[in-house]
């Protein structure tokens, strides 16, 4: 069983200041739109929740007295719910009945809630209420194309009977949220067919010849804009990364931009001529 006190690396003495700090803390490390890994989701939401009770004195006495099977769905006072989906135009709709929120009367450590606390890196809003009371919003999941994503798009469906044109910043990335005035939109990104994205920096594998790793030239590579000739170094191996500084991905509502990294590998021909073949042979004695 997870201990809350153990999820966000404090004492049972410790005091409000102190597990305000380590929630803060925890809660950065954790936050889904920074950590990729994939428990990173499981484990930003354990985090709030040992928040909620532990920040909340009355709820930290009942947890050091009972544990946590007082706060769980169906325990002490456990409020039901249920969660109902389907599909409308480009957007698949989720309409959550749960009761309450789980953050409600909390002290965020200074935030009204504990999304609060990334708008200032991504640039969007938290999906609560300011003052720490949810309302009982509509969240729709939209699919974008890696180029969409990246270059930003406006989709036009019917939401509740209404037209609606919805707005994507340049940059978002999958599972980014952004709230509209009376909805949510979850961003779904389908990869790319050769770019690989980390944040907001790309990679792109770039295949070199044999003889243009030896001898160095020039090679065109595609960003995400355009293209560019960069050169290649006598010698280069394969696996050497160039850096394109400013050729990434914007970050939403920002000027700023990451950066492309191009990666060579080197094209072994599966075939050769009997000419090629000699001249390797050759190649060979001289190595």
């Known amino acids: 069983m997870v201990d809350y006190y153990e999820l966000l690396g404090v004492s049972k003495t410790a005091s409000d200041q102190e597990i305000k700090t380590a929630y803060r803390k925890q809660a950065l490390k954790w936050h889904p739109d920074r950590n990729k890994s994939p428990e990173a989701n499981t484990k930003f939401k354990e985090i709030n929740k040992a928040f909620e009770v532990l920040a909340d004195p009355k709820k930290k006495e009942m947890y050091d007295q009972y544990g946590k099977e007082a ?14 989906t389907y599909q409308q135009g ?20 200074g ?3 504990p999304f609060e606390i990334f708008e200032q890196f991504f640039g ?23 180029d969409e994503a990246v270059h930003g798009v406006e989709k036009t469906t019917v939401i509740k009977g209404d037209r609606k044109v ?16 009376d909805f949510d939109v979850q961003v779904a990104v389908r990869p790319h067919q050769y770019f690989k994205r980390e944040g907001q920096d ?7 010849s044999y003889p243009l790793a030896v001898l160095g030239g020039a090679v065109n590579v595609v960003t995400i804009n355009d293209s560019v000739n960069l050169k290649v170094r006598p010698g280069t191996k394969s696996g050497t990364t160039v850096r394109l500084r400013g050729q990434g991905i914007p970050y939403p509502n920002s000027s700023r ?3 492309q990294y191009v990666v060579y590998r080197i094209k072994v021909p599966e075939r050769v001529s009997s000419r090629a073949k000699k001249l390797l042979e050759e190649l060979k004695e001289e190595i």
């Open 124 to 146: 969007f809003q938290s999906p609560f209420q300011r003052g720490g009371r949810r309302a009982r919003r509509d969240v729709y999941e939209l699919e974008l194309t890696f």
């Open 90 to 109: 480009p957007f698949s709709y989720t309409y959550s009945s749960s009761g309450g929120n789980p953050f409600e009367g909390a002290d965020f450590g």
């Open 71 to 84: 706060f769980e769905r169906g325990g002490f006072g456990g409020a039901g719910g249920g969660q109902q």
């Open 257 to 259: 931009r990451g950066d």
């Open 111 to 113: 935030f009204s809630d």
């Open 166 to 181: 919805i707005k994507i910043p340049a940059g978002v990335d999958n599972g980014n949220r952004i709230r509209f005035s």
């Open 202 to 208: 790309v990679y792109l594998e770039k295949e070199i």
